[in-house]
């Protein structure tokens, strides 16, 4: 299957840093990407929608300003989360969608594990 | 809203027992189902996708069903293994390619 990668894996930062996020398709262009969040023993939750040269699509509750999404090329969507605070820390996960599949593949990266000191 | 929930939470047996996973769900209006397997700290792999007209698919030793009526999708593992513990996560897609997903099981077999 295709494969989507993320960087980095793990990131530990001081209260009030910025962190990005990473994440590529590297095998296929994706216009489609998606953010997810899971915290410890939790499920994973939709964060926003990244379409490639337009504008990001957040779920609800989720702060755009916080979470920037930037999908400026078919294999690159980034996650930026400004003023990181300790309860940011999480596993975020991306997905990208294979358009040379059913619409429905979706892939997913092995995750970047943030902790904010 | 949707709610994926996942029964039980947490699931040890020997090695070699045939097992099931449940996942409910509240809004039968789904396009697809689907199965993925998560190591601990890890990504999600996918295991088996069932689209709304279907009733089950299977992969080798996994069997997915898929009771859209009822709002309910099992997994079944035969003979299971040491390698097969991991946290097993279902998500519905609604159309829309979103994914809502349950809560897991984590599944541990024991040698």
């Known amino acids: 299957g295709a494969v989507v990668s993320q960087h980095p894996s793990w990131v530990i930062c001081k209260s009030g840093t910025s962190v990005k996020i990473e994440c590529r398709s590297l095998d296929f262009q994706a216009t489609t990407m998606f953010w997810y969040r899971q915290f410890p023993k939790q499920s994973l939750m939709l964060m926003a929608t990244?379409?490639?040269?337009?504008?990001?699509?957040?779920e609800q509750g989720v702060e755009k300003d916080k979470f920037l999404i930037n999908h400026a090329s078919l294999t690159l969507s980034t996650l930026t989360v400004t003023s990181a605070h300790p309860e940011d820390s999480s596993f975020y996960i991306c997905?990208?969608?294979?358009?040379?599949?059913?619409?429905?593949?979706?892939?997913f990266g092995p995750g970047t594990r943030l902790l904010v000191l | 809203k949707q709610e994926v929930t996942q029964i039980p939470a947490a699931l040890s047996v020997p090695e070699g027992e045939n097992l099931v996973l449940n996942c409910s769900f509240t809004?039968?209006?789904?396009?697809?189902l689907q199965w993925f397997r998560q190591d601990p700290g890890k990504g999600l792999t996918s295991l088996l996708l069932i689209q709304s007209s279907q009733r089950e698919q299977t992969s080798g030793r996994l069997n997915a069903s898929l009771d859209k009526s009822s709002g309910r999708s099992t997994l079944y593992i035969a003979a299971s293994q040491p390698g097969d513990s991991a946290t097993y996560l279902c998500?519905?897609?609604?159309?829309?390619?979103?994914?809502?997903f349950g809560t897991g099981t984590r599944l541990t077999i024991i040698p």
């Open positions: 809004d039968s209006a789904i396009y697809n």
């Open positions: 990244s379409n490639e040269g337009s504008k990001a699509t957040y």
């Open positions: 997905s990208a969608l294979d358009p040379r599949e059913h619409q429905e593949t979706q892939y």
């Open positions: 998500a519905v897609d609604p159309g829309n390619e979103k994914l809502t």
